[in-house]
């Protein structure tokens, strides 16, 4: 069964057992799936999963950074709800790899494209992220970059 099944068979759920967070969340969802499906001007049950997941990941990103906003606006009560429909969002995605399974791939792939120096960085960055593939986040990814290559060679 495809991601957009899954979607609504959870919308399904939420609506019956009265989870109006989650049915609101899986809503949004899937309105901006919509909007995805119209820019790739294809039906919303053609996308792929991998599509699914882009923008899901980017629901996921836009919230983590609405968190951090409100948290310095001392909005608590916001941040909570943006913390609740991250949860959603992010059990439709696949788990982040582990922290050094992901320094290992970085260290290859850096080996690999040649790059020596920071300088390298931006080369670096699209080479390891096709590699990685949507399963750590482009932060993390970019902190063992810059880690991992020292600033002149």
């Given at each position: 069964?495809?991601?957009?099944?899954?979607?609504?068979?959870?919308?399904?759920?939420?609506?019956?057992?009265?989870?109006?967070?989650?049915?609101?969340?899986?809503?949004?969802?899937?309105?901006?799936?919509?909007?995805?499906?119209?820019?790739?001007?294809?039906?919303?049950?053609?996308?792929?999963?991998?599509?699914?997941?882009?923008?899901?990941?980017?629901?996921a990103?836009?919230?983590?950074?609405?968190?951090a906003?409100y948290?310095?606006?001392?909005?608590?009560d916001?941040?909570e709800?943006?913390?609740?429909?991250?949860?959603?969002?992010?059990?439709?995605?696949?788990?982040?790899?582990?922290?050094?399974?992901?320094?290992?791939?970085?260290?290859?792939?850096?080996?690999?494209?040649?790059?020596?120096?920071?300088k390298?960085?931006?080369?670096?960055?699209?080479?390891?992220?096709?590699?990685?593939?949507?399963?750590?986040?482009?932060?993390?990814?970019?902190?063992?970059?810059?880690?991992?290559?020292?600033?002149?060679?």
């Amino acid at each position: 069964m495809g991601l957009i099944a899954v979607l609504q068979d959870e919308l399904k759920s939420a609506m019956k057992g009265g989870d109006a967070e989650r049915r609101d969340t899986i809503r949004f969802l899937q309105s901006a799936l919509k909007n995805t499906a119209i820019d790739l001007r294809k039906p919303v049950a053609d996308l792929s999963d991998e599509e699914v997941r882009a923008v899901i990941r980017k629901l996921a990103k836009q919230r983590r950074e609405s968190i951090a906003q409100y948290r310095s606006g001392s909005r608590e009560d916001l941040a909570e709800r943006e913390e609740k429909e991250l949860h959603i969002l992010s059990e439709f995605l696949p788990a982040e790899m582990e922290e050094e399974e992901m320094r290992k791939i970085v260290a290859e792939a850096l080996i690999e494209c040649g790059a020596v120096s920071r300088k390298d960085g931006g080369r670096a960055m699209g080479f390891v992220m096709k590699k990685i593939a949507g399963r750590a986040s482009g932060d993390a990814v970019r902190r063992a970059v810059n880690e991992l290559l020292p600033e002149e060679a």
